[in-house]
């Protein structure tokens, strides 16, 4: 997991989550923003746990 946070800018939140899968050649990128003025600490409280959605949405769409 490789996650990389920008500048500060206020009332902007961001973050990019990449993924990468054991024996491959992949990587998973998993880009989450928000307006920060109306989400405020809730964005980065739930980003890792969205980024996970993001991820297990990948594996079981590759799956098929």
């Known amino acids: 997991m490789w996650r990389v946070s920008h500048p500060y800018v206020q ?36 980003v890792g746990t969205r980024a996970d959605q993001v991820i297990d949405r990948w594996l079981r769409e590759r799956e098929k």
């Open 11 to 46: 009332g902007i939140a961001l973050r990019l989550i990449c993924w990468f899968p054991d024996d491959e050649d992949t990587v998973v990128v998993a880009l989450l923003a928000g307006d920060k003025a109306n989400m405020g600490d809730v964005f980065y409280e739930s």
